[in-house]
């Protein structure tokens, strides 16, 4: 991939599945991974706690600066997060979460003061990141960039069995248009808009099985792995 620790940059819309796969992935090539969605809603959750408002960029900066995470995942790909040193379960997927992550990730002192902390999860033998900009602005050196999209409609339908199978009742309609405000916010905003790298391999999950796309990411990293070895 590159001289430095390689990094697979794995970005797309919200609901594309790009975390599951992330995590698999990680496994199964035994390599750190960095949730950045994730790593937004903790910033949410941390604000939140400490009475900070959302739309405090300098406050919310220097709170990201020194954010105190980290991520992992199980043999069974269920990710496992850690937020100053305590355990983070549920509270950061509910669709508050979802839409403070939004809130905090349009602005740029935030972005800036995350950046550092991001790059940081690069370590050896190899990390697996994925987000919104990882391939476009926070490795852009990334051997491997994907870019994860399905469709909104099942994006919105994946969404809400999971919360259904968590006891979450919400609106199916609702989160379909949620996604679509959300992508619109998205690609739109000034500072690192969501859109594929140039270099990224386009994969649409739509139809496709977990194991499938796992594997289909897998293949073009082993096969980059090999032309380095």
């Known amino acids: 991939m590159t001289k430095a620790t390689p990094v697979i940059a794995i970005d797309g819309p919200s609901g594309s599945g790009k975390g599951t796969i992330a995590r698999r992935v990680a496994v199964a090539l035994g390599w750190h991974l960095l949730d950045s969605g994730a790593l937004y809603r903790l910033l949410a959750l941390a ?103 399905a469709s909104a409609e099942e994006r919105a339908r994946r969404r809400h069995k999971q919360l259904k199978d968590k006891g979450i009742d919400v609106s199916l309609a609702a989160l379909s248009r949620d996604i679509e405000d959300r992508d619109r916010r998205d690609s739109e905003r000034s500072v690192a808009p969501l859109r594929p790298a140039e270099d990224a391999r386009i994969l649409d999950s739509s139809g496709q099985s977990i194991e499938a796309v796992t594997n289909r990411v897998l293949g073009w990293a082993r096969e980059l792995l090999a032309e380095k070895l």
């Open 47 to 149: 604000a939140t706690r400490r009475g900070i408002g959302l739309d405090d960029a300098d406050a919310l900066a220097e709170l990201a600066a020194n954010l105190d995470v980290s991520f992992a995942a199980n043999d069974d790909g269920e990710e496992l997060i850690w937020l100053d040193g305590k355990p983070v379960r549920g509270e950061l997927r509910t669709e508050e979460a979802g839409r403070g992550a939004s809130t905090v990730a349009a602005l740029q002192p935030v972005r800036e003061a995350l950046l550092a902390l991001q790059r940081g999860f690069r370590k050896p033998p190899g990390l697996v990141a994925d987000g919104r900009d990882m391939g476009t602005h926070v490795f852009p050196d990334a051997g491997l960039k994907v870019y994860l999209t």
